[in-house]
């Protein structure tokens, strides 16, 4: 069973100290949602390399060293978190395969 949620992201740039995604998704259960953006990559995400010291979103978030640079047209707020829910899973899996992996992917989606 689906929570409502897909994201997709792919990297755009990438340099010794920092990469830049792409990212886009959707939310099927808001009736705003639009369909046309789901795979637009219209949200843009900036990773310093210095997060994989600790591996954690919320933490690389609260120390700069993620931004979400622009965030997706079909943005989405869950629960507590205070951010886009469609960046926050695609962070969550890029920083998973950085740490699993010693590289960052060229892209990653999530379906929930």
């Known amino acids: 069973m689906s929570l409502g949620y897909i994201g ?3 990297k755009d740039l990438e340099d010794t100290q920092a990469i830049i995604y792409f990212y886009s998704g959707s939310n ?3 009736p705003d949602n ?3 953006y ?3 990559y219209d949200g843009e995400l900036f990773i310093n390399k210095t997060v ?3 591996a ?3 933490q690389g978030i609260n120390s700069g060293e993620i931004e979400i640079i622009r ?4 943005r989405t707020n869950f629960g507590s978190i205070k951010i886009d829910y469609l960046a926050y899973r695609l ?3 890029i920083l998973k395969h950085a740490s699993n992996n010693g590289t960052f992917p060229e892209s990653e989606a999530f379906i929930q």
């Open 91 to 93: 962070l969550h899996k």
């Open 8 to 10: 997709y992201c792919h």
């Open 34 to 36: 639009d369909s046309n």
């Open 38 to 40: 789901e795979k637009t």
């Open 52 to 54: 994989l010291f600790h």
């Open 28 to 30: 099927w259960n808001n």
């Open 56 to 58: 954690d979103v919320n």
């Open 71 to 74: 965030p997706c047209k079909n």
